[in-house]
């Protein structure tokens, strides 16, 4: 197979560095993707902390406590989203 290919490859330069710019390429898509779903995700939950009071919102617990944790690790502000109160029933 070698003998096939010997007179077409001269070296590996272009293919490596084409390979490179199509993996760059690829991966820049990817987190472009990434990053507009995240700013997707968090102006959902701004407009619906905007819309509805606590007991109405459509927000998952997980979310709206990852947020909370970020925003209090973060800064001693106040709670970016008030505790849910949990009917006991």
Do not use: W
Request: proline content about 3%; hydrophobic content about 35%; glycine content about 2%.
């Amino acid at each position: 197979m070698d003998q096939m290919f010997a007179e077409d490859l001269n070296g590996l330069y272009i293919a490596t560095t084409l390979t490179f710019l199509a993996s760059y390429a690829t991966a820049e898509m990817f987190n472009e993707v990434f990053g507009m779903s995240i700013s997707t995700i968090l102006q959902c939950f701004v407009t619906d902390e905007e819309m509805h009071e606590p007991e109405d919102r459509f927000t998952p617990d997980n979310l709206a406590e990852t947020i909370d944790n970020t925003q209090q690790s973060s800064s001693m502000s106040k709670f970016v989203h008030p505790q849910k109160e949990k009917n006991k029933k």
